[in-house]
């Protein structure tokens, strides 16, 4: 099972399922330190990446220790200093990026759908913020869409309990079910906020659903003052990065066999825009 815990004063969220490490929030007091610490844990699970969220002035003491830089976005934090993604590989075959061609074929078909067309609403679907009361109903949803996933949004509990902290849940409903879901990870220190968990049923599958949730959720952070927007969107997905893509959204790189997600571990597209 993947954990998020403490590595001095930053956040990682670690496990056997991704096999890697993901440093998701660094303390300036951890630096340079923790690069030892990070190699270490890694050695001792013999995990076979390292992947961090970094602030660009950091970036060369990550590529100094053997990181390459896969991903970045601009201002990420307050909107004055860039992000870095930066990763280090651990075995040659998590570095093969075998899935390439499909991620370049699905890139460039987003690519094309640039703000190619007028933001069109759903009809029959009601579109708001989640609350407790759909926790257990979120789970399910979550359930029947991703076999394995690198948090554990199957369980209803993660759910509420997350609602409480930092992530704000988004449904689509339709004759009082939920047809869809997605989540805002928000870091308000940042203003920064994190697009992500998008699961539409298959039988609401085709009603760009993703794309109504996302315009919702765009509507409510701008009202928060949040400043940037992104997410990391499976490549192999081709409707999700279209969907990225038609809202505005910058491609901003390609993580290499980054997440355990839907059954495998596959490359991933970071994307990102101002809101």
Not at 36 to 41: A, D, M, S
Not at 98 to 116: D, I, P, Q, V, Y
Request: aromatic letters at 12%; proline letters at 3%; a positive charge.
């Amino acid at each position: 099972m993947n954990r998020i815990e403490t590595l001095g004063n930053s956040i990682i969220q670690h496990g056997p399922g991704s096999a890697r490490i993901y440093l998701m929030k660094i303390s300036r007091a951890d630096m340079p330190g923790i690069l030892k610490g990070l190699n270490e844990l890694a050695a001792e699970n013999k995990y076979t990446k390292i992947f961090a969220k970094i602030p660009s002035l950091y970036e060369s003491f990550f590529l100094d220790d053997g990181y390459v830089k896969e991903a970045w976005i601009k201002g990420f934090y307050n909107d004055l200093t860039d992000a870095s993604f930066v990763s280090k590989f651990l075995s040659d075959k998590r570095e093969l990026n075998s899935g390439r061609k499909e991620t370049e074929k699905n890139l460039e078909t987003a690519l094309k759908k640039e703000l190619s067309a007028d933001f069109i609403p759903a009809e029959n679907y009601t579109f708001s913020k989640a609350s407790p009361e759909d926790s257990a109903e979120i789970a399910e949803v979550f359930k029947r869409v991703f076999e394995t996933y690198p948090f554990p949004i199957h369980n209803k509990d993660y759910i509420k309990q997350t609602m409480k902290e930092n992530i704000i849940y988004f449904k689509a409903v339709r004759d009082g079910k939920i047809a869809a879901v997605s989540s805002a990870e928000t870091y308000s220190a940042w203003q920064a906020v994190e697009m992500t968990d998008f699961a539409t049923l298959p039988e609401h599958l085709g009603k760009k659903l993703a794309l109504n949730l996302l315009k919702k959720m765009e509507e409510d952070m701008k009202v928060s003052n949040y400043k940037t927007a992104y997410t990391i969107a499976r490549s192999l997905s081709a409707g999700m990065n279209i969907t990225f893509a038609k809202a505005g959204y910058e491609f901003c790189g390609t993580l290499v066999n980054n997440t355990n997600i839907s059954g495998s571990i596959q490359n991933m597209n970071v994307w990102s825009r101002k809101l």
